[in-house]
């Protein structure tokens, strides 16, 4: 499965982005990593097929991740952004489903796309 993201660009805080996962097969489960400078991958969102959530504590209240199954695509709107959400963000995906929640668990997940970034200021 190969996954292609977009929608990212630069943005003043407290804007909007959305961003999308293009996927080029269907997976069960899906998430949002991102990635700043000079620190660890975080798990930002996830969500499986039956359309069960999971959200990093940061971006809660402002985030909504979704899933459309029929198209394959991962999408996150991204609301109220902080300059501390800059970042290259990642989407990921794995053909399982998990019992409790989709995690946000880098390891977890075999399918990654490029990335796109997200800056702002």
């Known amino acids: 499965v190969q996954l292609v993201e977009s929608g990212g660009g630069s943005v003043q805080a407290g804007g909007s982005l959305r961003l999308s996962c293009a996927a080029s097969g269907y997976t069960y489960t899906m998430a949002w990593f991102r990635q700043a400078p000079g620190k660890e991958r975080e798990g930002v969102a996830a969500?499986?097929?039956?359309?069960?959530?999971s959200y990093a504590d940061s971006v809660k209240g402002r985030f909504t991740i979704s899933k459309d199954n029929a198209k394959n695509t991962l999408y996150l709107q991204m609301n109220s952004l902080k300059p501390e959400d800059t970042a290259m963000y990642y989407c990921a995906a794995i053909s399982r489903r998990y019992i409790r929640y989709p995690p946000l668990i880098d390891d977890e997940y075999t399918y990654w796309g490029r990335g796109t970034q997200v800056t702002v200021s």
């Open positions: 969500v499986d097929s039956e359309r069960r959530t």
